[in-house]
């Protein structure tokens, strides 16, 4: 199994059966007889996802003469798949992710650090089936879909151990209008005999009244207690069980075919997101390649290992950065890639963005193309040789014995 050509397309001796999650003849994954995690095709090989976010074709593209193509300069680089985006690279065969955007169902809610469903609300379900059946049916029978992706804009504000208010504490303080605020304070207040002094006991916050946690919350306060980070955690879980619970179901429902990925970033959320990101609601999580869980399968997501250019008091800007800078940027890189490769539970991984943003310092960028459509090579050239040896380094990394 040193590459996916090597690996034979019947299932039954390569494949663990109980292990097989996603419909025959479309995108599914299963772990291999050496307890490594794959994507298997549509034939039924092994596939390794190479995929870019936000691809997209270069401005003036009907003109002459124009940059490379992006399916070309994607072929070049040794991608074999398309993340989200506009579209472009499906034309080309490529296969691609597509996400339904739950967040546009319903009500949100949103603020500092936080853009999520009100799951709480008694219509939650209802809105999602009704969204999903709008947008996943006119693919429910592509074959080159990877599988769906259930929000790509998701914020679940950060855990309470930040110094931030957290999920529990931003629900406390949201207006009355909203399910999640009714819930939440149902959920704290049956967890200390129904009553605020309680309460504030057991989180050691003096809470007088609903309106103080509100004022903490406005004033970028965070709770950050052991006994408000136990409820907290537990709270987040909840709300995330729900949230995958729904908007799995939602799919399922009319699209029976295709593989599940849950939201982009769960790992970003903490523990307790990522761990309701989890088969049977979600078939591939897709978690951030700095945060990868020990067991699989994920695609590991914003691969991208450029770091911001140092300010300049000087120039009162960005200043240049040193080419020590650059080597330690490369090297950053190969760790991160071989540590992709060596993973077990690793199935693919996304670069972040096709064109660095407008704000980008080259090298430092994280897009593949420059702004002005010129290859960014300090990353292309070094993706290009992972790229091409992806499958034998996994092989490889599989006939490693694991340190004792």
Same mark, same amino acid.
């Given at each position: 199994m040193s590459s996916s050509g090597e690996l034979s397309s019947g299932l039954t001796d390569e @494949? !663990? +059966?109980? $292990? =097989? !999650?996603?419909?025959?003849g479309f995108f599914r994954v299963g772990r291999a007889a050496n307890d490594r995690w794959w994507l298997i095709d549509p034939t039924g090989r092994p596939f390794f996802c190479k995929a870019v976010h936000g691809v997209q074709k270069p401005p003036g593209a009907d003109q002459v003469p124009v940059p490379p193509d992006p399916? $070309?300069?994607l072929r070049a680089w040794g991608f074999n798949a398309v993340g989200l985006g506009d579209g472009t690279g499906r034309e080309e065969g490529f296969p691609f992710v597509e996400s339904v955007e739950f967040c546009d169902a319903g009500h949100v809610i949103a603020g500092p650090g936080v853009r999520l469903p009100d799951v709480f609300d008694p219509e939650w379900a209802a809105w999602s089936a009704k969204h999903a059946a709008q947008l996943c049916p006119p693919l429910r029978n592509e074959r080159a879909l990877l599988g769906w992706v259930s929000d790509a804009g998701l914020q679940w504000a950060p855990p309470g $151990?930040?110094?931030?208010?957290?999920?529990?504490q931003i629900c406390l303080s949201a207006e009355p209008r909203y399910a999640a605020y009714h819930a939440a304070w149902e959920f704290v207040l049956a967890l200390h005999r129904g009553s605020l002094e309680g309460l504030a006991r057991a989180w050691g916050v003096p809470i007088a009244n609903k309106e103080v946690v509100r004022e903490f919350?406005?004033?970028?306060?965070?709770?950050?207690?052991?006994?408000?980070l136990r409820d907290d955690l537990r709270w987040t879980r909840e709300f995330a069980r729900r949230y995958f619970a729904t908007t799995s +179901? +939602?799919?399922r429902a009319v699209d029976p075919h295709h593989l599940l990925l849950g939201c982009r970033g769960p790992s970003r959320a903490g523990s307790a997101v990522l761990a309701e990101c989890a088969h049977p609601a979600v078939d591939i999580a897709m978690p951030s390649w700095t945060d990868l869980p020990a067991n699989g399968p994920v695609l590991a997501d914003n691969v991208c290992w450029a770091e911001p250019a140092i300010f300049n008091p000087l120039t009162g800007g960005k200043g240049v950065r040193r080419l020590t800078a650059v080597e330690r940027m490369l090297r950053r890189g190969r760790v991160a890639l071989e540590? =992709? +490769?060596? %993973? &077990?539970?690793?199935?693919?991984?996304? @670069? &972040?963005?096709? %064109?660095?943003? =407008? $704000?980008?310092?080259?090298p430092f960028g994280r897009g593949l193309v420059h702004i002005n459509a010129v290859e960014a090579r300090e990353h292309t050239e070094l993706l290009t040789l992972f790229n091409a040896r992806a499958e034998a380094l996994r092989h490889k990394a599989a006939l490693v014995p694991?340190?004792?």
């Open positions: @494949w !663990r +059966a109980e $292990s =097989l !999650r996603g419909a025959e399916a $070309s300069r $151990s930040e110094g931030r208010p957290s999920l529990l919350t406005r004033a970028e306060r965070g709770f950050a207690t052991r006994g408000y +179901a +939602a799919i540590r =992709l +490769a060596k %993973h &077990p539970g690793v199935v693919g991984y996304f @670069w &972040p963005q096709w %064109h660095d943003d =407008l $704000s980008d310092q080259p694991a340190a004792p």
